[in-house]
């Protein structure tokens, strides 16, 4: 990636993706750290004067994460005085080789779109870019100092995936494509942040008509065997 000019990419303009995905318990988030610069942030990118700006945000996740199809909703766009913070993207510059003079084009102000994306947290196969020196999982509730306002960028983030469950199907990225009534459960929960009445749970999903039921999973026990559901097409 050529950084010593912005004649390959629109500037003033960049996107800053929030990847959850589910352990099984816990629901987290892709964060990388900067090389040389104890710097943490989320995966994010500039977009190419070639491509659009979906096919960048795209692009970038498929990068980071291996996953090709992959659900991505554009939720905000970030724009205020105060997230612009030239002293870290020049540390991040210096702190990986590249010379930073003030007139450097990343040193400018950025308004970023902001994207969120929900994958199988057992599927992906994990890369930094080349400016970090890790790309990792954190419990959303366990996150480091993010730079800039990344940490208001998943705070909102999460509040639009908290509203987006009463109108939309989640869990259909972040789980097998077969599940038990429990392991659905789990993924409502860890986004809610709160415990949830299995009965009242499995009536209300149950009523929207979305699930085929499938064979139990059985474990030795029989009477305990729990049906296995996925989403109808």
Known sequence: ???????????????????????????????????????????????????????????????????????????????????????????????NGFPSDDSHWMLDRFISIAYYALINYKVVDLKPDFLSESIDWYNVDQLPSLMQDHQEIVNMALQTLRDNLQRKLVGINLLPEQFTMKELQLVYEAILGEKLRRSSFQRKILSLDVLERHEKRYNGKAHKAPYLYSFKK
């Open 1 to 95: 990636m050529d950084l010593t000019s912005s004649s390959r990419y629109l500037t003033n303009i960049a996107f800053d993706s929030v990847i959850f995905g589910f352990s099984g318990e816990r629901l987290k988030i892709l964060i990388m750290k900067y090389r040389n610069t104890g710097l943490y942030g989320l995966p994010g990118g500039f977009v190419k004067r070639t491509e659009s700006l979906s096919n960048a945000v795209k692009r970038a996740v498929r990068e980071r994460t291996g996953i090709h199809k992959i659900y991505l909703e554009q939720f905000h766009t970030f724009g205020s005085l105060e997230r612009s913070d030239p002293a870290s993207m020049k540390n991040i510059l210096e702190g």
